[in-house]
Every structure is written in structure tokens, then in C-alpha cells.
Antibody, heavy 117, light 110 residues
């Protein structure tokens, strides 16, 4: 069974940092690209970042470029989202998701990130 | 402001057929496949339709998808109370070089 389990969310002050983790199981990890997609309270889905299966290619939404870094550890079947210089606009549930054959097919349960003083 | 445009709400009575639209542009829907996700309250999104009109295993044939030009639509026939959810369309955008989503449509079964 495919599983994606996020962790590392929480409350952080404006300007602070947080690192999200996503542990994957049930599939050949290195064969899939991994994404982070966020959903602000009461709002829609917004794509944040992507890392390719071999970890060499990454993409970011303009709103997080230069502040967020996506990475993966294929040996541990885990990938990460390092988030720096957080602002209130980053408050959201962050989902990790996998894609193969060109589309996102499985999503994790999500991790809540709240940026507030 | 989402790149793909969806109506914020839709509704129908049990047994009815409802359609949810998704409007995009030449850099996304016109040139790439459209995907639909269903998000039941308090749960993560679930893939409902891929490559415009393909249903993943386990998705009933009451759900169907179509695409024409820069627009796509999701149809749900034989509406049930369990279909109450938020529905999102998505596509790859060649100009932005990343995935884009619609703002979501909240479906209410009256």
C-alpha cells in the first residue's frame, strides 16, 4: 500500500524556519517525483515544489523561491521541505504527493504549518 | 487568484447529473492533460480522473471527464450524498513550468 506520511509541522514565529519531512513506503521511491502542495485555511490547492526521482531536478513556485528548499534521501525513502523566512502567508496544510507518468496520483495526510507571533 | 478557473460552488439533488467546469489557457489545458481531484471534508485530495477522461481503479463510472480547447469539465451522474466534496482540476502549465490548480468547486447534494 502506498503511504506518504508528513511530519515536522507546527507553530513558528514570523521570520522563522521549519523543516517538513515526508516518509514514503509501498513503492519504489526513486522512480517517482515528489511534490509539496499547500492549502491555506478555507482555500484551494497551490503547488509549492517538486524534486525528481534522482534528486537532481527541482522546481519552485515563485512565492517560495529562495526561501524553501526541497530535497530527498532515497536511502531513507524520505524527502524534505526546508522552509525559511516564513510569513503569515505560508500558513497552510502542506501535503506531500508523488507523481509518475506525468501526474500526481497519491497524497499524504498533510502537515499543518502555522506562522504567527 | 488560481490559474485555472472553476465555479466556487455547484449543487444537485440525489440522482441528478451535475457538471463542474474548469477554464484555462493555451499554456495549460489546451496543450496538456487535465486531472481532477476529489477532497472529502477533512481528508487529503484523491485522484478522481487522469488524462482528461481516465478513471483510476475504484472510481465509479458515474464520474466522467472531458476536454475541449482551453476548457475541461467533470460530470457526476446519479448524484449521491457521499459525493459532497471539493473538486479541483489541475494541469501542467508550459509557461510557468509547474502544476496549476483550479480554485476548487464545493459540491453540495441537496
Amino acid at each position: 500500500e502506498v503511504q506518504l506520511v508528513e511530519s515536522g509541522g507546527g507553530l513558528v514565529q514570523p521570520g522563522g524556519s521549519l523543516r517538513l519531512s515526508c516518509a514514503a513506503s509501498g513503492f519504489t521511491f526513486s522512480s517517482y517525483s515528489i511534490h509539496w502542495v499547500r492549502q491555506a485555511p478555507g482555500r484551494g490547492l497551490v503547488w509549492v515544489s517538486r524534486v525528481e526521482g534522482d534528486g537532481t531536478g527541482t522546481n519552485y513556485a515563485d512565492s517560495v523561491k529562495g526561501r524553501f528548499t526541497i530535497s530527498r534521501d532515497n536511502a531513507m525513502n524520505t524527502f524534505f521541505l526546508q522552509m525559511n523566512s516564513l510569513g503569515a502567508e505560508d500558513t497552510a496544510v502542506y501535503y506531500c504527493a508523488r507523481s509518475a507518468n506525468g501526474y500526481i496520483d497519491y497524497w499524504g495526510q498533510g502537515a499543518q504549518v502555522t506562522v504567527s507571533s | 487568484q488560481s490559474v485555472l478557473t472553476q465555479p466556487p460552488s455547484a449543487s444537485g439533488t440525489p440522482g441528478q447529473r451535475v457538471t463542474i467546469s474548469c477554464s484555462g489557457s493555451s499554456s495549460n489545458i489546451a496543450t496538456n492533460h487535465v486531472y481532477w481531484y476529489q477532497q472529502l471534508p477533512g481528508t487529503p485530495p484523491k485522484l478522481l480522473m487522469y488524462r482528461n477522461n481516465q478513471r483510476p481503479s475504484g472510481v465509479p463510472d458515474r464520474f466522467s471527464g472531458s476536454k475541449s480547447g482551453t476548457s475541461a469539465s467533470l460530470a457526476i451522474s446519479g448524484l449521491r450524498s457521499g459525493d459532497e466534496a471539493d473538486y479541483y482540476c489541475a494541469a501542467w502549465d508550459d509557461s510557468l513550468t509547474h502544476w496549476v490548480f483550479g480554485g476548487g468547486t464545493k459540491l453540495t447534494v441537496l
